[in-house]
Protein backbone atom coordinates (compact mmCIF):
# COMPACT_ATOMS: atom_id res chain seq x y z
CA UNK A 1 0.00 0.00 0.00
CA UNK A 2 1.91 3.38 -1.72
CA UNK A 3 1.03 6.64 0.11
CA UNK A 4 -0.65 9.08 -2.27
CA UNK A 5 1.97 11.86 -2.25
CA UNK A 6 0.99 15.93 -2.53
CA UNK A 7 2.79 15.39 -6.51
CA UNK A 8 -0.12 13.23 -7.74
CA UNK A 9 -3.00 15.51 -5.38
CA UNK A 10 -1.14 19.07 -7.36
CA UNK A 11 -1.39 16.09 -11.03
CA UNK A 12 -4.93 14.68 -10.30
CA UNK A 13 -6.14 18.53 -9.00
CA UNK A 14 -4.39 20.13 -12.54
CA UNK A 15 -2.31 22.96 -10.27
CA UNK A 16 0.92 23.21 -9.56
CA UNK A 17 2.69 21.54 -6.89
CA UNK A 18 3.34 24.74 -4.70
CA UNK A 19 -0.15 25.48 -4.73
CA UNK A 20 -1.42 22.51 -3.28
CA UNK A 21 2.07 22.92 -0.94
CA UNK A 22 -0.13 25.91 -0.20
CA UNK A 23 -3.11 24.83 0.89
CA UNK A 24 -1.64 22.01 3.01
CA UNK A 25 0.61 24.27 5.09
CA UNK A 26 -1.83 27.09 5.48
CA UNK A 27 1.15 29.76 5.60
CA UNK A 28 -0.11 31.14 2.48
CA UNK A 29 -3.46 32.13 1.55
CA UNK A 30 -5.49 30.47 -1.97
CA UNK A 31 -8.73 31.35 -3.25
CA UNK A 32 -11.50 29.32 -1.31
CA UNK A 33 -12.58 27.85 -4.46
CA UNK A 34 -8.78 26.37 -4.92
CA UNK A 35 -8.64 25.20 -1.41
CA UNK A 36 -12.30 23.11 -1.57
CA UNK A 37 -10.88 21.57 -5.08
CA UNK A 38 -7.71 20.17 -3.25
CA UNK A 39 -9.83 19.22 -0.26
CA UNK A 40 -12.45 16.91 -2.44
CA UNK A 41 -9.27 15.39 -5.00
CA UNK A 42 -7.19 14.58 -1.88
CA UNK A 43 -10.76 13.18 0.07
CA UNK A 44 -10.83 11.08 -3.56
CA UNK A 45 -6.92 9.90 -3.48
CA UNK A 46 -7.32 9.33 0.10
CA UNK A 47 -4.54 11.36 0.87
CA UNK A 48 -2.85 11.14 4.18
CA UNK A 49 -3.39 15.25 4.54
CA UNK A 50 -7.64 15.57 4.42
CA UNK A 51 -7.39 16.04 7.93
CA UNK A 52 -5.28 18.74 7.32
CA UNK A 53 -6.03 20.51 4.48
CA UNK A 54 -9.87 20.51 6.17
CA UNK A 55 -8.21 21.62 9.34
CA UNK A 56 -6.53 24.38 7.14
CA UNK A 57 -9.48 25.21 5.64
CA UNK A 58 -11.56 26.00 8.99
CA UNK A 59 -8.95 27.40 10.94
CA UNK A 60 -10.99 26.77 13.60
CA UNK A 61 -9.33 24.15 15.46
CA UNK A 62 -6.18 23.83 18.06
CA UNK A 63 -3.17 22.55 16.74
CA UNK A 64 -1.56 19.46 18.25
CA UNK A 65 1.24 17.47 16.97
CA UNK A 66 1.37 13.88 17.28
CA UNK A 67 4.87 11.56 16.62
CA UNK A 68 5.08 7.95 16.27
CA UNK A 69 8.24 6.11 15.97
CA UNK A 70 8.41 3.11 14.63
CA UNK A 71 10.18 0.44 12.19
CA UNK A 72 11.48 -0.69 9.26
CA UNK A 73 8.74 0.75 6.30
CA UNK A 74 9.97 -1.87 4.17
CA UNK A 75 8.06 -4.08 6.73
CA UNK A 76 3.98 -4.73 6.03
CA UNK A 77 3.40 -4.55 9.64
CA UNK A 78 4.66 -0.94 10.72
CA UNK A 79 4.08 0.42 7.22
CA UNK A 80 0.10 -0.60 7.94
CA UNK A 81 0.29 0.92 11.40
CA UNK A 82 2.44 4.21 10.44
CA UNK A 83 -0.33 4.80 7.64
CA UNK A 84 -3.61 4.15 10.20
CA UNK A 85 -2.43 6.16 12.61
CA UNK A 86 -2.22 9.22 9.98
CA UNK A 87 -5.61 8.53 8.69
CA UNK A 88 -6.98 8.24 12.61
CA UNK A 89 -5.31 11.48 13.32
CA UNK A 90 -6.22 13.07 10.23
CA UNK A 91 -10.29 12.18 11.08
CA UNK A 92 -10.47 13.95 14.36
CA UNK A 93 -12.78 16.89 14.18
CA UNK A 94 -12.20 19.07 17.20
CA UNK A 95 -9.01 19.31 16.85
CA UNK A 96 -6.15 19.22 14.31
CA UNK A 97 -3.33 16.59 14.94
CA UNK A 98 -0.41 16.86 12.92
CA UNK A 99 0.92 13.48 12.82
CA UNK A 100 4.49 12.89 12.18
CA UNK A 101 5.52 9.31 11.73
CA UNK A 102 9.37 7.98 11.58
CA UNK A 103 10.49 4.54 10.57
CA UNK A 104 13.86 3.35 12.03
CA UNK A 105 15.65 1.31 9.49
CA UNK A 106 18.63 0.87 12.13
CA UNK A 107 17.13 -0.99 15.33
CA UNK A 108 20.32 0.05 17.34
CA UNK A 109 18.46 1.42 20.59
CA UNK A 110 21.03 4.15 21.57
CA UNK A 111 19.89 5.49 18.02
CA UNK A 112 16.30 4.84 18.86
CA UNK A 113 16.36 6.90 21.59
CA UNK A 114 18.01 9.43 19.85
CA UNK A 115 15.47 9.49 17.18
CA UNK A 116 12.71 9.54 19.76
CA UNK A 117 14.09 12.46 21.55
CA UNK A 118 14.29 14.59 18.93
CA UNK A 119 10.80 13.68 18.22
CA UNK A 120 9.91 14.57 21.17
CA UNK A 121 11.03 17.83 21.53
CA UNK A 122 8.71 18.78 18.53
CA UNK A 123 5.81 17.26 19.39
CA UNK A 124 3.40 17.46 22.04
CA UNK A 125 2.92 13.36 22.34
CA UNK A 126 4.83 10.68 21.22
CA UNK A 127 4.26 6.75 20.67
CA UNK A 128 6.78 3.96 19.98
CA UNK A 129 6.84 0.22 19.24
CA UNK A 130 10.17 -0.73 19.66
CA UNK A 131 12.29 -2.93 21.61
CA UNK A 132 13.16 -2.61 25.70
CA UNK A 133 16.16 -0.85 26.50
CA UNK A 134 17.14 1.26 29.19
CA UNK A 135 18.31 4.00 27.12
CA UNK A 136 15.01 4.27 25.38
CA UNK A 137 13.51 4.48 28.81
CA UNK A 138 15.74 6.90 29.78
CA UNK A 139 14.58 9.66 26.83
CA UNK A 140 11.18 8.52 28.02
CA UNK A 141 11.79 9.83 31.41
CA UNK A 142 13.32 13.04 29.68
CA UNK A 143 10.58 14.13 27.89
CA UNK A 144 8.10 12.72 30.73
CA UNK A 145 9.50 15.62 32.97
CA UNK A 146 9.30 18.08 30.02
CA UNK A 147 5.56 17.45 29.95
CA UNK A 148 5.57 15.33 26.96
CA UNK A 149 3.49 12.42 27.34
CA UNK A 150 5.33 8.69 25.71
CA UNK A 151 3.08 6.24 24.64
CA UNK A 152 4.30 2.58 24.09
CA UNK A 153 2.30 0.89 21.49
CA UNK A 154 2.10 -3.49 20.20
CA UNK A 155 4.75 -3.84 22.70
CA UNK A 156 5.09 -2.43 26.13
CA UNK A 157 8.24 -0.98 27.31
CA UNK A 158 9.18 -0.96 31.03
CA UNK A 159 9.52 2.62 32.13
CA UNK A 160 7.31 3.79 34.85
CA UNK A 161 7.22 7.09 33.14
CA UNK A 162 5.80 5.76 30.56
CA UNK A 163 1.90 7.43 29.82
CA UNK A 164 -0.05 4.09 28.70
CA UNK A 165 0.24 1.34 26.31
CA UNK A 166 -1.99 0.36 23.97
CA UNK A 167 -2.00 -2.73 22.50
CA UNK A 168 -2.81 -6.77 22.73
CA UNK A 169 -2.20 -9.04 25.73
CA UNK A 170 0.31 -10.90 24.81
CA UNK A 171 0.70 -13.50 27.20
CA UNK A 172 -2.66 -14.50 26.18
CA UNK A 173 -1.52 -14.17 22.38
CA UNK A 174 1.04 -16.65 22.84
CA UNK A 175 -1.34 -18.92 24.67
CA UNK A 176 -3.99 -19.11 21.97
CA UNK A 177 -0.96 -20.28 20.00
CA UNK A 178 -0.26 -22.60 21.96
CA UNK A 179 -3.99 -24.03 21.46
CA UNK A 180 -3.18 -24.12 18.03
CA UNK A 181 0.10 -25.64 18.17
CA UNK A 182 -1.04 -28.66 19.85
CA UNK A 183 -4.23 -29.24 17.96
CA UNK A 184 -3.76 -28.98 14.44
CA UNK A 185 -2.09 -31.69 12.55
CA UNK A 186 1.51 -31.93 13.08
CA UNK A 187 4.22 -34.10 10.82
CA UNK A 188 6.91 -34.26 14.21
CA UNK A 189 6.71 -33.56 17.89
CA UNK A 190 9.37 -30.54 17.83
CA UNK A 191 8.08 -27.38 17.50
CA UNK A 192 10.18 -23.95 16.66
CA UNK A 193 10.05 -20.69 17.69
CA UNK A 194 11.26 -17.39 15.28
CA UNK A 195 11.91 -14.09 17.27
CA UNK A 196 12.22 -10.45 16.16
CA UNK A 197 15.01 -10.07 19.01
CA UNK A 198 14.87 -11.15 22.57
CA UNK A 199 14.54 -7.16 24.10
CA UNK A 200 10.48 -6.91 22.64
CA UNK A 201 8.81 -7.54 25.51
CA UNK A 202 5.83 -8.27 23.56
CA UNK A 203 7.78 -11.18 22.04
CA UNK A 204 8.90 -11.86 25.72
CA UNK A 205 5.18 -12.14 26.96
CA UNK A 206 3.99 -14.51 23.61
CA UNK A 207 7.47 -16.84 23.76
CA UNK A 208 5.98 -17.16 27.72
CA UNK A 209 2.38 -17.74 27.32
CA UNK A 210 3.22 -20.32 24.25
CA UNK A 211 5.56 -22.45 26.30
CA UNK A 212 3.75 -22.55 29.54
CA UNK A 213 0.70 -23.37 27.67
CA UNK A 214 2.41 -26.24 25.62
CA UNK A 215 3.65 -27.38 29.17
CA UNK A 216 0.52 -27.74 31.03
CA UNK A 217 -1.32 -29.07 28.13
CA UNK A 218 1.15 -30.91 25.39
CA UNK A 219 3.75 -32.27 27.42
CA UNK A 220 4.80 -34.54 24.60
CA UNK A 221 5.84 -31.53 22.39
CA UNK A 222 9.20 -30.57 22.38
CA UNK A 223 9.45 -26.78 22.30
CA UNK A 224 13.12 -25.80 20.85
CA UNK A 225 14.98 -23.22 21.71
CA UNK A 226 14.03 -19.91 19.98
CA UNK A 227 15.83 -18.50 17.12
CA UNK A 228 16.20 -14.96 16.23
CA UNK A 229 15.40 -13.28 12.70
CA UNK A 230 16.68 -9.83 13.69
CA UNK A 231 13.14 -8.22 12.62
CA UNK A 232 13.91 -9.15 9.08
CA UNK A 233 12.61 -11.69 6.05
CA UNK A 234 16.22 -12.08 5.36
CA UNK A 235 16.55 -13.64 9.05
CA UNK A 236 13.61 -15.37 9.20
CA UNK A 237 14.54 -16.99 5.40
CA UNK A 238 17.74 -18.82 6.71
CA UNK A 239 16.62 -19.82 9.85
CA UNK A 240 13.54 -21.46 8.02
CA UNK A 241 15.71 -23.64 5.62
CA UNK A 242 18.17 -24.15 8.38
CA UNK A 243 15.48 -26.03 11.13
CA UNK A 244 14.06 -27.78 7.80
CA UNK A 245 17.40 -29.06 7.01
CA UNK A 246 18.22 -30.08 10.61
CA UNK A 247 15.02 -31.05 12.26
CA UNK A 248 13.74 -34.06 10.60
CA UNK A 249 10.91 -33.96 13.38
CA UNK A 250 9.73 -30.55 13.03
CA UNK A 251 5.83 -29.96 13.25
CA UNK A 252 5.09 -26.70 13.59
CA UNK A 253 6.55 -23.29 13.24
CA UNK A 254 5.50 -20.24 15.37
CA UNK A 255 6.81 -16.66 13.99
CA UNK A 256 6.24 -14.35 17.14
CA UNK A 257 8.24 -11.30 15.57
CA UNK A 258 9.21 -10.21 12.65
CA UNK A 259 10.36 -12.12 9.45
CA UNK A 260 7.05 -14.07 8.19
CA UNK A 261 7.59 -13.76 4.65
CA UNK A 262 11.03 -15.10 4.86
CA UNK A 263 9.59 -17.69 6.33
CA UNK A 264 7.02 -18.47 3.90
CA UNK A 265 9.41 -18.18 0.77
CA UNK A 266 11.74 -20.70 2.35
CA UNK A 267 8.76 -22.78 3.02
CA UNK A 268 7.68 -22.46 -0.85
CA UNK A 269 11.39 -23.14 -1.97
CA UNK A 270 11.38 -26.30 -0.08
CA UNK A 271 11.28 -29.80 -1.71
CA UNK A 272 10.77 -31.61 1.73
CA UNK A 273 7.30 -33.88 1.97
CA UNK A 274 5.24 -32.80 4.33
CA UNK A 275 6.10 -29.47 5.60
CA UNK A 276 5.29 -28.29 9.22
CA UNK A 277 2.35 -26.28 10.38
CA UNK A 278 3.15 -22.40 10.74
CA UNK A 279 1.19 -19.86 13.19
CA UNK A 280 2.18 -16.33 12.39
CA UNK A 281 1.46 -13.35 13.98
CA UNK A 282 0.93 -10.94 11.75
CA UNK A 283 -2.22 -10.82 8.68
CA UNK A 284 -0.93 -9.31 5.21
CA UNK A 285 -1.29 -9.71 1.51
CA UNK A 286 1.68 -12.11 2.14
CA UNK A 287 0.20 -14.24 5.08
CA UNK A 288 -3.62 -14.07 3.53
CA UNK A 289 -2.10 -15.83 0.23
CA UNK A 290 -0.47 -18.16 2.71
CA UNK A 291 -3.41 -18.71 4.14
CA UNK A 292 -5.15 -19.66 1.12
CA UNK A 293 -2.67 -22.00 -0.15
CA UNK A 294 -2.06 -23.91 3.03
CA UNK A 295 1.04 -22.65 3.93
CA UNK A 296 0.56 -20.92 6.95
CA UNK A 297 -2.11 -22.33 9.27
CA UNK A 298 -3.81 -19.67 11.68
CA UNK A 299 -2.88 -16.06 11.93
CA UNK A 300 -3.34 -14.22 15.48
CA UNK A 301 -2.99 -10.68 14.81
CA UNK A 302 -3.42 -7.01 15.89
CA UNK A 303 -6.16 -5.06 15.19
CA UNK A 304 -4.48 -2.16 13.48
CA UNK A 305 -7.39 -0.18 13.02
CA UNK A 306 -8.25 0.06 16.63
CA UNK A 307 -4.80 0.70 17.84
CA UNK A 308 -4.28 3.62 15.79
CA UNK A 309 -7.93 5.02 16.62
CA UNK A 310 -7.30 4.29 20.26
CA UNK A 311 -3.36 5.79 20.14
CA UNK A 312 -4.57 8.97 18.86
CA UNK A 313 -7.26 9.26 21.60
CA UNK A 314 -5.28 8.97 24.60
CA UNK A 315 -2.93 10.66 23.07
CA UNK A 316 -4.95 13.57 22.50
CA UNK A 317 -6.72 13.12 25.89
CA UNK A 318 -2.87 13.35 27.52
CA UNK A 319 -2.42 16.29 25.71
CA UNK A 320 -5.40 18.02 27.37
CA UNK A 321 -4.94 16.86 30.80
CA UNK A 322 -1.51 17.74 30.89
CA UNK A 323 0.17 17.37 34.80
CA UNK A 324 -3.30 15.42 35.80
CA UNK A 325 -3.09 12.68 33.45
CA UNK A 326 -2.45 9.33 34.82
CA UNK A 327 -1.04 6.50 32.79
CA UNK A 328 -3.85 4.07 30.95
CA UNK A 329 -3.69 0.91 29.06
CA UNK A 330 -5.90 -0.06 26.23
CA UNK A 331 -5.72 -3.66 25.91
CA UNK A 332 -7.66 -5.16 22.57
CA UNK A 333 -8.32 -8.26 21.36
CA UNK A 334 -6.59 -9.89 18.71
CA UNK A 335 -7.84 -11.31 15.50
CA UNK A 336 -8.11 -14.78 14.35
CA UNK A 337 -7.46 -15.57 10.59
CA UNK A 338 -7.54 -18.92 9.16
CA UNK A 339 -8.04 -19.99 5.39
CA UNK A 340 -12.40 -19.98 5.49
CA UNK A 341 -12.63 -16.42 6.87
CA UNK A 342 -9.37 -14.54 5.05
Request: aromatic share 4%; charged share 25%.
Amino acid sequence: MKRVTIAQVADEAGLSLSTVNRVVSGKVSVRPETAQHVLAIAERLGFYGVGTIRGRIRGDRAERSVGLLVQQESMPFHHDLAHRFHVKADEKQDVMLLPQVEHMEDLDPFKIAERLRALGQKCDAVALSVADHPAINAVIEELADLGKPVFSAISDLSSPRRAGYVGIDNRRFGRAAGWYASRLDRSGKEIAMLVGTHRHMCQEQREMGFRMYLRENAPDLIVLEAVTTFETDEGAYEATHDLLRRRANLGAIYVLGGGIRGCIRALRESREGRLPIVITCELNDDTRAALMDGIVAVALAHPLEKVAANLVEVMNCAIDEGKEWVRKDVILPFTTSISENV
